[in-house]
């Protein structure tokens, strides 16, 4: 199966899994990385029936990608974002890279459209990241 984690306490070394609208615990143990979970990241895992069937055991609990680190930490820069949203905007370059895929499709096809005038978007988009309106990348994480 696959879900994200909506929960991790380091404390008591115990998270919550969603995956749709179910919801799984796990401890410490049954994370298989190296480093520790994080809220929001993507994982696959299985489940076996121990006897508890309203909390099913998670079982071969794996990180889906890489490991950016814990939500609030910036991974994308800013200065990135803006020079590709500027020089690349009609292609949907900032869009893509702060990980908004469906946001930059939209802004290449409507270039291509429009026969180049959507780079107007990917301009405005650069001069939104330098004013800080858009401070956040597609998972929630801040910019560097």
């Not at 994370?31 to 994080?38: D, L, Q, V």
């Not at 076996?48 to 609030?72: H, Q, R, T």
């Amino acid at each position: 199966m696959k879900g994200h984690i909506a929960r991790y306490d380091r404390k008591t070394k115990v998270g919550m899994i969603i995956c749709d609208t179910k919801t799984y615990y796990f401890g410490e143990d049954d994370w298989k990385e190296e480093n520790p979970p994080y809220i929001g990241c993507v994982v696959s895992f299985g489940t076996e029936n121990s006897g508890d069937k309203k909390n099913p055991k998670v079982i071969n609990l794996a990180l889906i990608g890489e490991y950016f680190g814990p939500i609030g930490d910036p991974v994308k820069s800013r200065k990135v974002a803006i020079a590709l949203s500027v020089l690349l905007g009609f292609l949907g370059g900032g869009r893509f890279y702060l990980g908004y895929k469906k946001l930059g499709v939209i802004q290449l096809v409507l270039s291509v459209v429009t026969l180049g005038f959507g780079a107007v978007w990917g301009f405005i988009d650069g001069v939104l990241l330098l004013m800080h309106r858009i401070v956040k990348d597609a998972e929630g994480r801040p910019l560097k």
